[in-house]
Nanobody
Framework: QVQVAESGGGLVQAGDSLRLSCAAS????????CGWFRQAPGKEREFVAA???????HYADSVKGRFTVSRGNNRNTVYLQMDRLKPEDTAVYFC??????????????????WGQGTQVTVSS
């Protein structure tokens, strides 16, 4: 079992950067896929990015080229570097751990362990 917790959210202006962290404890985090999802008010939770246990990465089209997901050197932390932020990136961001196959990497139902979320607000 894995416990995950996000940190690093905040209020920034459009064009700024933020780095979110997902810290894991419990089982070996590097054996899991780690996904980042976000949920804006009145909207469904949507996939943002993921890094698989194989270290390959995947991104939603809306963030490709602006966001980068990576694992820390200790393999128990995953980062989401968010550059050139836009107001439409405003949401609560969640990290989650799971073992989905590649074809299901964007499906939130394939992730078992979720953090509480961290708020990201981008002002225009």
């Amino acid at each position: 079992q894995v416990q995950v917790a996000e940190s690093g959210g905040g209020l920034v202006q459009a064009g700024d950067s933020l780095r979110l962290s997902c810290a894991a404890s419990g089982s070996t985090f590097s054996n899991y896929n780690c996904g980042w999802f976000r949920q804006a008010p009145g909207k469904e939770r949507e996939f943002v990015a993921a890094i698989r246990w194989t270290s390959d990465t995947h991104y939603a089209d809306s963030v490709k080229g602006r966001f980068t997901v990576s694992r820390g050197n200790n393999r128990n932390t995953v980062y989401l570097q968010m550059d050139r932020l836009k107001p439409e990136d405003t949401a609560v961001y969640f990290c989650a751990a799971g073992r989905a196959v590649l074809s299901a990497i964007r499906d939130p139902n394939m992730y078992y362990y979720w953090g509480q979320g961290t708020q990201v607000t981008v002002s225009s």
